[in-house]
C-alpha cells in the first residue's frame, strides 16, 4: 500500500469490516501473506539507523489498566519522551485489569483513527493478537511493554528487566526474610497476565534449588490488580493457611494491599511479605515493620523506552529484529534482543536503607 491516502482509506476499512472484505478491497492480506507477515511483525523491511526521527506522529498508550498507579507513573514517563520528540501523545484503555475484550476493542479503534504508534501492555498473551496484527498490517508500529503478546503479534516489546532473573529474585528476597523455611503463597495479579505468569514460572523453578527444600509453595491466588479482591485474598490466605509463612505478590496493587492486611493484622512482622511495589506505596509497610525489602524498575522509564521504541519504529530506524540498535535520549543507547525483546534493565531492590531516596 503506497500512497498515505490509500493506507488510510484501508486502515480505516479494516478496523470496521472483516479481514476478507478489507483484504479483498485493498489486496494486501491474503492467507499467504498474512503467513509472511508472521514471521517478521515488522515486515521484511531494513533498518535505517542513521534515518532521521520523524515528528507529528501520534502514539497512543495502552496500559491494562488505566487506574492502575503504576502505569499512571509509567505513562507519564511515556507521555514526556513522546513529546520531547515532537509527536502526540494519548493515553487510552480498561479500569481493569481483566477486561481483556474491552482492550481489544481500544486496539480496534486505535486502528481505525490510524494512530502511527499503540505502546500496549497486554492483559493476556492472545487474545489482543488478531487486533494487533490488523493494526500492524495498516502500518501501524505495534511495541508492547510491561506485559508482551507473543512475538508475531508486535513489533517489539520493551520488558522492565530479565524476566528470569525478576522471577527468581523475588523468592530469593522471600527466603532470606523467612530464614528458607516454612509455607509460602503467591498473591498475583490476572490469571491470564503474561508478565505474571512468567515470573511465577521462574518462581516455581527457583524453587526446585536445595536451598528451598524447606520451603513449599501452598497456593497462588490472584487479586485481579484490584486492591479489594487483593486485601480479600491475602486475608483468605491466612484463614486458610494459618502457618504461613511469607507471601511474595509480583504486582504492584497485590503488593500493597497484602501489606495494608498485615499491616493491621496479628501477622504483622510475622509473616514475610515481598514482591513488586512502588516506593511511594511501599514506604510506610517499610517503616511499621510490615515489609522488609521488595524490588522494582523505575516505571517511567519503562515508559519512556517505550516511546523511544515507538518512535523509532515509525522512523525507520529499527523494525524490531535481533541486533539493531537505537538511541532512546536520556536513557542512552538500546539494543534489540532475540525475538524483539528489549530490556530496561537491572531492578532496584528497596529496603529501609534506600527507600527514601525514591519517590515514585
Ligand atoms: C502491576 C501490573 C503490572 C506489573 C506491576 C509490577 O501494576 O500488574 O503489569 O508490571 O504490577
Redesign the pocket.
Known sequence: MSSPALRRACAALAAVTSLTLAAAACGGTTKDSAKKDDSAASSNAEADPGAATKKGLDVAFLP??VN?P??TVADKGGEKAVKSLGSTYKETGPNS?TDTSGQVSYVNTLTQQQVDAMAV?AQDPGALCTALKQAMKNGIKVVTY??DTRPECRNAFVS?SSAEALGRSQVQLLGEQLGYKGDIAILS?AQT?T??NIWIGFMKDELKKPKYKDMRLVKVAYGN?DAQQSFQQTQGLLQEHPRLAGIVS?????LKAAAQYLSGSKYRGKVALTG?GTPNDMRKYVKNGTVEGFE?WDPAKLGALAAHTAVALSSGQITGKAGETFEAGDLGTFTVGKEGVIDLGKPTVFTGENIDDYHF
Request: proline content about 5%.
Open positions: 491494562k489498566q492502575n503504576y502505569f485489569a501492555s510491561d506485559s522492565q495479579a497476565a508478565n505474571q490488580d509480583p504486582t504492584t496493587v497485590g513488586l522494582l
